[in-house]
């Protein structure tokens, strides 16, 4: 593969990912996601400041960021793993980091679910699934982001060993982990010190 198409297929992913699909969707109910809530830009302020059916609008759109860029390397242009996984991570930069929005986005949860959707459709169903029990347990998304993610990271690394998983792949999801704990660093300040807000209600404008 020439290193013109993957920084081609890199700066796609960066584009899409600097779309702020959520910030955009909580403005169509009068809402700018960073004067309310916890100011991030993310689907989960969505959930805080404009309840769970805007929510749901806004995570899966976060997730087709990831997803796009992400299958149009690996399936379309079919990248190597490694390559295809660069294209991702662009994406989630693009997020974390968006052009359009001065380079304040949100913690790329969502999006780097994307990216495993179009890698391994499993292991985001595995991640659904885990986040929404840890999630019903504590109440704080940002426990079921945390925790779900080192739950996956362990799976991954099982399933690499087992020969089901590419290694570039669970070497990706570990990544990922750092990214999104260095991302909430805040949130677990918070947790710490018992003033972290579970989600149950709208923040008010």
Known sequence: MEWATLL????????????PFSFLVAKTQGVD?????????GASNVWRACGFKTFVVALALDIF??????VIAYRVVEV?????????????????????MRFRGGKA???????????????????????????KLSGYPSVASLLGMV???????????TGRLDPAFSGFIWVTL????????????????GTENRIGRKAKP
């Open 8 to 19: 081609l297929l890199v700066v796609l992913g960066y584009g899409v990912g600097s779309i």
């Open 33 to 41: 996601l960073r004067t309310v809530g916890s100011g991030n830009t």
């Open 65 to 70: 960021k990831g997803f796009v860029p992400t």
């Open 80 to 100: 190597e793993p490694l390559a295809g996984i660069l294209v991702g991570l662009a994406a989630m930069l693009g997020h974390v980091y968006p052009l359009f």
């Open 109 to 135: 949860v969502a999006t780097s679910g994307g990216v495993m959707l179009a890698i391994e459709p499993v292991l985001l169903i595995a991640s659904v699934l885990l986040w929404t029990a840890i999630y």
């Open 151 to 161: 739950v996956l990271a362990v799976g991954a690394t099982m399933m690499t060993v």
């Open 178 to 193: 750092v990214i999104v704990f260095y991302l909430h660093r805040a949130n677990i300040d918070r947790l710490m010190h």
